[in-house]
């Protein structure tokens, strides 16, 4: 089995949200990024169990990137007790909260992809505020909450470099196919100058201005 396969098989085991068209694609758009642009560093906010980190750090391993993989790792909103995605598997017994850590970091280990993915475990909005470094590809993929979805957008967007690449997930222009907020922040970024590269599924590929 090669490598991509391999990664891919890990992928699609992996717990989580992404459909395989959307993660495929994901993973297609970051790698010819970063064939263009060798060596790039990428982020992602929202990293819950590691599937998406899988699909983008088979591309980060294939290209020279570094993907950093940032979550508070206490689930969203419409991840908690009672909510519609919750999942009692990733409860933590001492405290009674979620804790997708441990399953992120077995995901990311298991799969040897250390030396491509890096983890960062902490609130967005502040780990943003201490990161300097501009970003060739951003993936938001957090909470889907407007007051949460907005702090992303706001805090990370401006480190993407020009001609980088913005991706953004959940995008359901029919509000009866989801929440509002990633839409909302997606139609920020088109009016920002931000073009259009793929949509798949809720999947958007946005081509920062510049
Ligand atoms: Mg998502």
Redesign the pocket.
Known sequence: MSRRDELLARARATKG??PEDEGLALSAHAERLGAARPGGTWLEV?AWCGKSALYLGLAAEATGSLLYSLDHHRGSEETQPGWEHFDPDLLDERDGRLNTLPHWQRTIADAGLEASVVGIVGESTLVARHFAQPLDLLFI?GGHGAAVAWADHRAWTPKVVPGGLLVI??VFPDPADGGRPPYEIYLDALGAGHREVAAVG?LRVLRAPG
Do not use: N, V
């Open positions: 949200f992404m929202g993929d997930h959940d809720s």
